[in-house]
């Protein structure tokens, strides 16, 4: 059974800067990607940011240049800087892992509340 745990969430004032990490129970290079999602109150899940097995990455538009996703994978964790951070970017942001069989396999953590504010 796959576990994934997330940390690093927290409450931060606007511009700042928070690292979320999301540590894996087995090896992540088992999986085709990773990735980082959000849902903040009354919307639906989005996504933030993923990371393939080979290390290419894709983000949201409304986070470009502003966050950064990374994989370690010699201690099987993935982690999400997230700078200059806004009200806006509040929200539950949960850890996936995917993998592609003969269909699309997700795995998901808890989530870790993320909360911008003055």
């Known amino acids: 059974q796959v576990q994934l745990v997330e940390s690093g969430g927290g409450l931060v004032q606007p511009g700042g800067s928070l690292r979320l990490a999301c540590a894996a129970s087995g090896s992540i290079v088992s999986f085709n990607a990773m990735g980082w999602y959000r849902q903040a109150p009354g919307k639906q899940r989005e996504l933030v940011a993923t990371?393939?097995?080979?290390?290419?990455?894709n983000y949201a538009d409304s986070v470009k240049g502003r966050f950064t996703i990374s994989r370690d994978n010699a201690v099987n964790t993935v982690s999400l800087q997230m700078n200059s951070l806004k009200p806006e970017d509040t929200a539950v942001y949960y850890c996936n892992a995917r993998r592609l069989v003969d269909r699309i396999v997700d795995y998901w953590g808890q989530g870790t509340q993320v909360t911008v504010s003055s």
């Open positions: 990371i393939t097995r080979g290390g290419s990455t």
